[in-house]
């Protein structure tokens, strides 16, 4: 079967056009159409978190959400997040900063996870954190260098104890 | 690349039903959070796909004048976790939601997909049994009404006629007035796991502090999610405590039937059915006013 559609969409603020097959994920679209590389194809089944972007300002495993569905949407990847000139975000520092990248491969999902926590301008209990990021593997860090970056960029945002 | 034979996306619930009288093989996909791991798991292949995804008229909870509690087939659990109505009426609805998988599958999941998909582990289906949620239907011959314990047929098996889809699950206001929660999900890991057992239970207690009504289900504790009357009919009258609690479970594991499966034996799965089923009159008790 071979059908397309044209999927009009705004990501990473910047308003896009695609024709792409009816069968493929929005991590094919992102990767193949635009070239969004951040997006990783992990397990391919919503288990790992790796393909995680955010849909209209909710998480979502783009390996299990159709291309024909971001129609209309407005999708934010990790290249999002970087100044003009490819500065990093306060968030991607934090990673940097607390050791919360190994191999890198979790972190982009986990970013955009600690994305939606941080703009929600709510304050997380640490528990709230690590449930929210419950949906991310990292075979790597142990999490507690992630939770810590979270916690410490949420704190700063905020106002208050690191 | 899914599998699809082919692909049509709904416009509406009518064009929904239009659809599925073409192609009566389709396969409905609400969330996907299901379907699409079949097929990449290729126990589904060549699929003709009616996506219902898209329509916005489905998503959304509202009380109805007459105190029912409308919740869209599509509302998603993070939206039910998180809605206002339902935490103020339903707060045990929002627990149960709020078990599922990790925060992007309460993202895409949805209750209608949950429960149309028959599994007798879903989060939210033992508290939809539990509050005698009613499922509605629409297709080509109009709107029917089922009871949940009605609309599971067998294990992956429910009661949607050809042309029908799952437009709304309903909690009666009888079902919930007055009546207060509590569900547990026993499963290996606190997130993005299937539960081994859960139970869902809630009581109303009358003036003098005793047991009006009571009412359990348990999901993995047989092929669908099912309620335990003799647990129910035991404690009805008596004295709100841990008296009836204890006559509760030892009523509850006597109608239940779980298998062995390589995730717990049918023993293990028994002796957390008793223990579940202990806490869950006892909070719900708790949170009704009883000092326990």
Redesign the interface.
Known sequence: ?T?YQVVHCTINGKSCEAVV?????LA?MLRNNFRLTSVKKGC????C?AC?VLVDG????SC???A??ADGKSIRTVEGLTGPNGELSDIQQAFIDEGAVQCGFCTPGFIM?AV?ILESGKRYTRDEIR??????LCRCTGYENIINAVEKTMNRRLGGDE | ???????A?AASVEDAVRLLAEKPNAVIMAG??DV??KM??RDMSQVDVV?I??LDELRGIRLEPNGDIRIGSLTSF?HIEHDETVNRLIPVLSQAAGTV?????R??GTIGGNTCNGVTSADTASTCFALDAIIELTGSEGVRHVPIVGFYLRAGKVDIRPTEIQTAVIIPRDSYENCFGHYQKYAMR???DIATLNCSVNVRLNADGAIERARIAYGVAGPVPMRAGSAEAAVCGMPAGEDAAHIFADAAIRDINPRDSWRASKAFRIHIAHELAVRGLTESMRRAGATI
């Open positions: 079967m059908q097959d009816v069968r493929a994920s094919d391919g089944v919503g288990e978190g995680n909710e998480c979502f495993n299990i959400y159709l024909v569905w996870s939606e449930r929210q990021l419950s949906g991310h | 690349m899914f599998d699809f034979r082919s692909y996306a996907g959070s699409l791991i990449r798991s996506s995804y898209g993070s998988g990790g925060p992007q599958i993202n895409i606190n997130a993005m």
